[in-house]
């Protein structure tokens, strides 16, 4: 069932661009069908894992490397899969309509259900390799969303940066689950929660939380890495709800929360998760006071937010880890709200700056409602679900390991998210209506549109006010982060405590700062460039590019000598420095041995050689090389190789010709390379010939095995009819090397004849070239 | 022998390289066909050489008669030629078609598929 | 005897000889390429199924025995790259029908690409080591002249560069060969490794690794290996698509093979030495190849860098050399051909349609030509190690295999280039598909169907080989136990009991 | 080249070298000689002809275009591998039958030959069809 929960979505995605024509106006409502459908088998699946004995899947696919199709649905993976499939469906009902007639619609929809399939793999996936599959498709899915308005180059840069950090951040995760796989002996997930993982894979624990943790950093866009959210602010807004505020980002935390009782409670995961998530979080909520666009505005605000749940997971105790589930589940709620009312408000007034919007509520009054709920849940006021998750976290903070610093930095958050939620959901509809043309005459729009943000809002104020039922509904979720069975009790009211004053503290300081928002807006956007690692980012890129050029201009450089001395260089150092190291050169041979005539014909080639090479007369040098090649066949004749001899004699007459022919054409000899240039290469030659007389030395001087040759002898006459040993070797014994060989020169037959023959601007053959398809780049 | 003959590869092998560094298309072209040259002679030597007595099995008789050159590198190398020969004589037609295209011998000039 | 052995070299000669006959008649060539490379295609599914079923294949030539004849060998390695072979062979050769114009034709085009095959088929096959030299030069002498075929002036500047490092490269193996069987008097390759296995003494073993660094550098030309890759970038992007598309996809692995088959059959000392020489040649091969590509503006020049950074991770795998990480090589590198090979032939539409390869005047085509932006995505995302496509699980078998070895810089290298290759691929993505086509470029011109079924093709085979990683990657990995363990290999060969 | 002297020769040494060829060709197996060889010495005549006379004459006395030579040759020695196949042998497995000449006793005739036969034409067609389009060059 999982499987086909997951495969329907990409079925879907395949489907989608034909539907999407066809069906016109009604299509964000038929594709709404499918999460819907979704969203309520998974909630039938609930009391299974409520029972301890959640739906499992498990299919073999690539068993040599540890990957399976495993699929679990207990508590934190339904919970999940209920937020991406309840506010997917929103998300596409609402696309249909914010999107429609755009000629991209359907390819909008593709890799919207991509998305939320993927994202459905990574809740459900129980094999780290699996999750990592789905992960990664996730992060391929939001390029191509983040990119959907690709005609503009701002919304390319974007894509291409989100997809590098978190691209870049997965790899590192890929080589952590391999580590904590490898270490732990099973990639299944389910079997590695029980056992105590950190402990077993002792050495390698660190390093494995070190990449997965940069893998969930990247993703839930953690500092360092937080810019590229903001920026991805580019997508159309129905992914930016859905993507970058309520599931893709808290792919990251949910890993976190899934590995937990794994690989948490060490003193390394509370300072650095905790670390991380700190900064993050008070990054976040003062870099969101900056922003006038009302999506930057929001996504500052998550970055925040996806910090308190670090931090709340670093924090790792029962409650905070309590505190975290539920937070993740309010913050979906109103965050999707928000967005999607940002959404509405930049359909219909054409702006997205907040100091250009004000007063809407006449003309928007369901949208304005919608936006209020979602920002006073967000502002964490009573009787909202923000309200609750906001006390358990300040309990959290209050009870957990860091003191009063902690304390405060949870409270910077909680106050930052009542400056943002007045500043998104409040002020665009409250006060002085600006004298805008369209920002004036802005009026409500379709139901499709504002069902997504109303139903959100109502079930923010549902959650808090059925508060009971939901703290029993998220406690699966919760025990799976703890690793062991908890009760959640969830409550409005939790008497006059520490929290609660916190709560009114934070509410009045946000308050003053809603106040004073314009002064503080312009004291920090001069601040904002230089904490936007942004910057760093692009000058990686650039730095990268330079390095790129320079080094391919080096190596590249279009130099054929170059080109030849690098790789007999290599040869010289790879063999000649294992000839030194491993044997050093032999010298075993009989000098006595040597007949004058043999060192005769040896100096006759030598000199012939060196003719070749100083004569300044091409047909002088041609001769030399062919008397070297006559000198050779001399060689061939005096030690028994008659055959050889004779065919060297005849094919060096030949190639003497076919030079004469050729040179005829080409140019006399120029001195080009300078004296310094050709001292060089004098010793390289010299290094090389060296070289090779030292190999041929010491093979002589180490025989390791007698040659085969005997046998040929044995039946080269009984058995393959012939005396001439040599021939019949070539005929019969090795006859495929024959038949390779005259292939070889019947293609190089065909070669000569086409490039003689054949040229761009030979008129005798056929038509010329049509200059289109030359391949001259003219 | 196998002394000499180990010096004179090695010259070969030198001027090959020598002139396979040249700037001049027509001198690579002649570095290339002296490599040839020093690989046959290569492994004729390696081989270990007997003088005079090829290894053709004398008339009427079963066996080759001990002690005879030995006969496989010497297929090796006639293979080694023949390939060597049109692996030559298309390396001429391409620096001729080369030169007729490009206007020049000058290898330093010919950077062009490199840019 | 196995006559399924000679047919992936018979099919492509009978095809290039009866084109070559046919010099006359375009229309019979064109039809004898298109159905030698589909028979091809069948004779190597068959092969593949054969060798998967009843294990390493022989097929001694001529009858003579092993190791004095030729001996034709098809492990599940061998057998692969032969599938391999055939597939981009047949979409290459289709793609070439569209592509390739008259003029080339006529001066004996399709008659090369068949013997370009049969040589990298030859060289896949064979079991010694100076028939593997002969199928390097029918392979190469084929792919010289369809480099220079058409006879431009960039053609011929990279051709120059193409041939003289690759004739160097041939030198090199032959020297090598020489001396090994000055060493060994044997040129069968389970021989060889026989016979090697049984050296002790330190000075034998030393010569023998020597030898071995000879075919590094001769086999490492042919791959692409850092420093040694210089005649690649200089001359790919030179001749028609197509041209390229079959190169990139076949011969630097031919390369690869090599290296892999005789450094796991033959080459079996020092291991440590040979692994700290892999991995560093295999991570500089990789960032410079990457930053080489990441550095380009031209399409089929920057994925031709890639073609560098990938060998990297192909040399990786046997550098580890563990059971997992010579799987992950084998599947590497079939899944990089394929998906390079794809690419290619991308770009090739690509300037079909606008007339240039440039990215900085490419654009739109994610609207004009919706079919051909997905068809790239497949293949580029997959390069890109993208899961689940092949190049994923490429790319973590070779990290698992690199964490488990302890090799911690190969594997940080190996990722960070992997994010560079994500990296470029988008650059092609956002530059020629999704930013709108710069005012002063050329709309897009003719219709262009049959010139994406190939591509089609190649992309459904890097789904399947994705999405059916189970058995894709279980046949590679039986390849890996194989050359991990080659004693069946030698015994089979040799014909022994093992 | 024009040279009386070297065109009176081509036309003598033609027939000349066309049967020392054959004769080069048909003690290959048991002596010096062989496919290869008798290939370049048959090429000879024809490819002195074209220095001689130029490529366009010595194409007409050929005939036929040197390059279906290449494929014919190929073809035979291709043949000659695939005929042990067809006896249900291994690729390139020798198949030997003999031919009584009078007065010269049985002669050995195999597929080895047949390959060699290959070879020799193959290498003929190669050899002049380097050497014509070279001549040809403008």
Known sequence: MLLAAIGSGFVMALLAPGLTRRLGRAAGWVFAILPVTLTLLFAGAWSAAADGAPITTTLAWVPELGLSLSFRADGLSLLFALLITGIGALVVLYGGSYLHGDRDLGRFYSWLFVFMAAMLGVALADNLLLLFVFWELTSLSSYMLIGFGHDRAPARQAALQALLITGGGGLALLAGLVLLGVGAGTFEISALLGQGAAARIDPLYVPAVGLILVGAFTKSAQFPFHFWLPNAMEAPTPISAYLHSATMVKAGVYLLLRLSPALGGTELWTLVVGGVGATTMVLGAVLALAQTDLKRLLAYSTVSALGLLTLLIGIGTPRALEAAVVFLLAHALYKGALFLVAGILDHETGTRDITRLGGLWRGLPITAAAAGGAALSMAGLPPLFGFISKELAYEAALAGPGGPALIAVVVIAGIGFVVVAAQVGLAPFWGRRPTDEGVAHAHEPGVSLWLGPMILSLASLGAGVFAGAVGGWVGPAVASATGTPVTVRLALWHGLNPALWLSLLTLAVGGLLFAARRPIRNGLSRLNPVLGADLGFQAGLGGLNAVAQAQTRFFQNGYLRFYLLMVVATTILLVGGTLVSQIGVGWPLDVLDVQAHEVVFGGLILVAALVAITSRSRLSAIAALGAAGFGVSLIYLWYGAPDLAMTQFLIESLTVILFVLVFYHLPHFTRLSSPGARARDIVIALLAGGLMTALVLTVLAVPLFPSISGYYGAVSAAEAHGRNVVNVILVDFRGLDTLGEITVLGIAATGVYALLKLHPRNPAVGPVYDSARSEDGS | ?115 | MSLVLILPIVIPMLSGVSILLAFRSRVAQRFLSLAGTAALTLAAVLLLAEVSQTGIRVDRIGDWPAPYGITLVADLFSALMIVLTAVIGLAVAFYSLVSIDQRRETFGYHALYQFLLMGVCGAFLTGDLFNLYVWFEVMLMASFVLMALGAERRQMEGAIKYVTLNLLSSALFLAALGLLYGAAGTLNMADLARKFASLTDAPSQGLVTTLAMLFLVAFGIKAGLFPMFFWLPASYHTPPAAVTAIFSGLLTKVGVYALIRVFTLIFVHHTELMRTVFLTLAALTMVVGVLGAVAQYDFRRLLAFHIISQIGYALMGLGLGSALALSGAVYFIFHVAIAKTALFLVSGLARQLHGTYDLKQLGGLYRSQPWLALLFLVPAFSLAGLPPLSGFFAKLSLVRAGLEAGEYVSVVVALAVSLLTLFSMIKIWVEAFWKPLPAGSAPASSAVKGWLAPIAALALVTVAIGLGAGPAFGLAARAGAQLLDPTTYIATVLAEAP | MNSLILQTTTRYLLPLLLLFSIFLFGRGHNEPGGGFVAGLVAAAPFALYSIAFGAREARRVLRIDPRWFIGFGLLVALTAGLLGVLLGRPFFSGVWTYLVVPGLGPIDLGTPMLFDLGVYVGVFGVTLTIIFAMEEAD
Do not use: C, W
């Not at chain 2, 700037?23 to 046959?40: D, F, Y």
């Not at chain 2, 002679?41 to 008789?61: E, H, K, N, Q």
């Open chain 2, 1 to 115: 022998m196998e002394i000499v003959l180990a010096f004179v590869i090695g010259g070969l092998y030198a001027a090959a390289v020598y002139m396979l560094l040249r700037r001049s298309l027509v001198k690579m072209l002649i570095g290339l066909a002296l490599l040839s040259h020093a690989a046959n002679l290569l492994i004729f030597a390696v081989a270990r050489l007997t003088r005079g007595r090829p290894p053709i099995i004398s008339l009427g008789a079963e066996d080759l008669a001990s002690p005879y050159a030995d006969p496989l590198p010497q297929a090796l190398i006639l293979t080694s030629i023949v390939i060597s020969f049109g692996v030559m004589a298309f390396a001429l037609a391409l620096a001729y078609r080369t030169y007729r295209t490009t206007g020049t011998d000058d290898l330093d000039a010919m950077r062009g598929s490199d840019r």
